[in-house]
């Protein structure tokens, strides 16, 4: 009898939406007689969304929520960390949100952002959730893990990534990368495809001429994007009356504070729903404050651009976005970041002009912000700024992991990752990975003789590469595709044939 034990990562209810398909599909095309799943997923309330689809396929369904709990209660004298490498502890700490960040109670309002953490202080929480999550993977014993991701997704990815080399099993992260919309099939919680890798080489190689295949990189592949996301998180209000309206709004409707009342009491009767669970109508009340409050304080302080400036630009990435950051490596705190970028670039006669995310800026606490305000050599601009015109006029653009260095290159400007990412860090990528961020170093990037035409050249590649049909790339968006996906089978089908697909030529699961 052919059978197979999978575990399957999900992050949100619009992939859950898909599974049941996925699994029909699975066991169609593969031949597969007995599919038994366990399902690895963020809190509670995703956890009985995939109770409620009474799939009989799906034999358990693990909460991250309820392994931090257990982490936390369960008392263990011995010393768990012994035999995990330092290394590992390190980046499983750096990278969890809830040692990272304090927020406020039952929220996803950031209260603190602990950048000077000591990380050693949770070793023995962190060891104690790892152990947790190799338990729940030797029980269930599958045959290969598969997880679904937006981005690098939760910590929990990563506690499932390493837990999953103890026991000796291969672990694949359905990646999507926002800017094109590709889906990359990946063994590595990092960006990393050396099949992307090998089909942009070719394409520079062949040295395609711009006049055969214009692109408006601008209208294309950065403004398009900009309207994704003001789909997805709302258009920016620009006026403080507004947004102080929108905040009275949150906080008298009747319908909401009979809900919070409801939601207060069933997380009071049941401890293991406030660890890492929120009620959602309390987040907005205090993020619909700070929208307006930090507008209402920021704005004076707002640096005025002026077309003489040379300066360097650093957008900030959102908040909490720790489980991203952290493939920066040395650079995930943004703050030694910033001032480290200030006091060089100093040297070197540039300001550092940063913008805070549009959709993202009042996540973080006021005193960070004012902290950023106080390092010298660096600017914060205001974040309704169209960040197009900020890259347009830098000499160099600059991010940790993020995709604006790419958005830079499409429009023939200089810029840098600090950290490798699918499009940066390999033999001729379209964006340079800087290793460090001495004066050398930086020197020589501003005084590379790259032409605007060379640069967009590479721009052109990576597009290329992307939307090569060796790739499989969504439609509009991921939300938007996997919508569609819902409702057209080709689609669909055509998106699941491109997952098994991946998983037996790339590495050779044994799929028939």
Not at 118 to 133: E, I, R
Not at 255 to 283: A, E, M, P, T, V
Not at 344 to 350: C, H, N, S
């Given at each position: 009898m052919n059978s197979y034990r999978i575990v399957i990562g999900l992050t949100n209810s619009k992939d859950l939406n898909l599974l049941p398909l996925f699994l029909n599909f699975l066991q169609f095309k593969e031949k597969i007689n007995n599919l038994s799943v366990m399902i690895f997923c963020q809190n509670i309330r995703l956890k009985n969304l995939v109770k409620n689809i009474n799939d009989p396929r799906i034999n358990d369904i693990i909460s991250d929520s309820e392994l931090h709990f257990l982490a936390h209660i369960k008392k263990d004298n011995n010393s768990l960390s012994n035999d995990i490498p330092i290394?590992?502890?390190?980046?499983?700490?750096?990278?969890?949100?809830?040692?990272?960040?304090?927020?406020?109670?039952?929220?996803?309002?950031?209260?603190?952002?602990?950048?000077?953490?000591?990380?050693?202080?949770?070793?023995?929480?962190?060891?104690?959730?790892?152990?947790?999550?190799?338990?729940?993977?030797?029980?269930?014993?599958?045959d290969f893990l598969l997880a679904f991701t937006r981005d690098n997704g939760p910590v929990m990815y990563n506690y499932l990534y390493f837990a999953s080399k103890r026991i000796n099993r291969k672990i694949f992260f359905q990646h999507w990368l926002r800017v094109e919309g590709i889906i990359t099939i990946n063994d590595t919680i990092f960006e990393k495809c050396k099949k992307n890798e090998d089909i942009y080489n070719n394409i520079i190689d062949l040295k395609i001429a711009h006049n055969k295949k214009v692109f408006d990189y601008r209208s294309k592949y950065i403004e398009s994007n900009k309207k994704v996301i003001e789909r997805y998180y709302g258009e920016t209000i620009n006026k403080n009356k507004k947004l102080f309206n929108n905040f009275i709004k949150t906080v008298f409707?009747?319908?909401?504070?009979?809900?919070?009342?409801?939601?207060?009491?069933?997380?009071?009767?049941?401890?293991?729903?406030?660890?890492?669970?929120?009620?959602?109508?309390?987040?907005?009340?205090?993020?619909?404050?700070r929208k307006w409050y930090f507008l209402k304080k920021l704005e004076p302080r707002f640096h005025q651009l002026n077309k003489k400036q040379k300066y360097i630009?650093?957008?900030?990435?959102?908040?909490?976005?720790?489980?991203?950051?952290?493939?920066?490596?040395?650079?995930?705190?943004?703050?030694?970041?910033?001032?480290?970028?200030?006091?060089?670039?100093?040297?070197?006669?540039?300001?550092?002009?940063?913008?805070?995310?549009?959709?993202?800026?009042?996540?973080?606490?006021?005193?960070?912000?004012?902290?950023?305000?106080?390092?010298?050599?660096?600017?914060?601009?205001?974040?309704?700024?169209?960040?197009?015109?900020?890259?347009?006029?830098?000499?160099?653009?600059?991010?940790?992991t993020g995709t604006s260095s790419l958005e830079a290159c499409y429009m023939g400007k200089k810029s840098i990752t600090l950290e490798k990412t699918v499009f940066s860090g390999f033999i001729n990528s379209p964006v340079e990975k800087l290793d460090n961020l001495s004066i050398d170093s930086l020197k020589r990037i501003l005084d590379k003789k790259d032409s605007k035409e060379d640069i967009k050249q590479r721009g052109l590649a990576w597009i290329q590469t992307t939307f090569n049909n060796k790739n499989f790339n969504l439609i509009g968006n991921s939300w938007e595709s996997l919508d569609i996906a819902k409702n057209n089978k080709k689609f669909r089908e055509s998106y699941f044939q491109f997952i098994c697909d991946s998983l037996k030529r790339d590495f050779q699961i044994g799929l028939n």
């Open positions: 290394k590992t502890l390190k980046f499983l700490a750096s990278s969890d949100r809830s040692i990272s960040y304090d927020y406020f109670p039952l929220t996803k309002a950031i209260k603190k952002v602990l950048t000077n953490k000591d990380y050693k202080n949770h070793y023995h929480y962190v060891a104690k959730k790892f152990q947790l999550t190799i338990q729940k993977l030797k029980d269930f014993d599958p409707q009747l319908w909401r504070i009979k809900y919070i009342i409801l939601q207060l009491n069933k997380f009071y009767s049941n401890k293991r729903l406030r660890i890492n669970d929120r009620i959602d109508s309390l987040s907005i009340i205090i993020l619909n404050f630009y650093y957008p900030l990435h959102a908040e909490p976005e720790v489980s991203t950051l952290v493939i920066g490596n040395k650079y995930i705190d943004q703050l030694s970041l910033i001032k480290t970028l200030g006091i060089t670039f100093k040297k070197l006669g540039y300001k550092v002009i940063i913008k805070g995310h549009p959709h993202h800026y009042h996540t973080l606490p006021f005193y960070y912000m004012q902290k950023i305000l106080s390092i010298d050599n660096v600017y914060l601009v205001d974040h309704r700024i169209n960040g197009i015109r900020l890259i347009k006029n830098a000499e160099l653009i600059i991010t940790s």
